[in-house]
Every structure is written in C-alpha cells, then in structure tokens.
C-alpha cells in the first residue's frame, strides 16, 4: 500500500455478466491507472443502470481496455465489440 493511492478491483458477475474492472486511483495527482476485462457485458445491465437514458438494448459488449490519465480527461486504449447488439 502506498500513501495517496486507492487500489481496487471490482468484478460483474451473474445475469451474463463477467468483467472485472482493476487499477489505482493517486489522491494527490487525480490519476487513474486501471484495466478493464470485458470477457462478456450483457446489454441489458447498462440499460438499468442508466437512469432511463437507454429504453432499450440487448446483446453483449466483449473487449479489455486500459484507462490511463487524470480523470477530467482519461486516455482509453483498447477494443471492443458488440455480438447481436442494439441501443
């Protein structure tokens, strides 16, 4: 562990969900340092957890990411892919 820095792991499992999203966040300096394993997102979670901004989507998301930069602007490297998706 270090001072200033935040390290943490979160996993989404269930209802066809598998990712795990893990990295460090610096206090200090409002970095972000994290990556994303998206072996498969299930559509239909984004659409409940956005507020009613989506009234629908199915299908998946699948891909890994790196996010990397100060949080106003976070640099994302990576690649995704949608199967038998619709927003």
Do not use: C, R, W
Request: proline residues 1%; charged residues 15%.
């Amino acid at each position: 562990q270090t001072v200033g820095m935040i390290k943490a792991t979160v996993k989404l499992k269930g209802n066809g969900n598998d990712m795990q999203l893990s990295g460090n966040y610096h206090t200090a300096e409002k970095m972000v340092d994290a990556n994303a394993i998206i072996n498969n997102l299930n559509l239909s979670t984004i659409k409940k957890l956005s507020n009613g901004q989506l009234s629908s989507a199915e299908g998946n998301l699948k891909g890994n990411l790196t996010i990397k930069g100060n949080t106003q602007q976070p640099l994302m490297n990576g690649s995704v892919h949608f199967e038998n998706a619709y927003v």
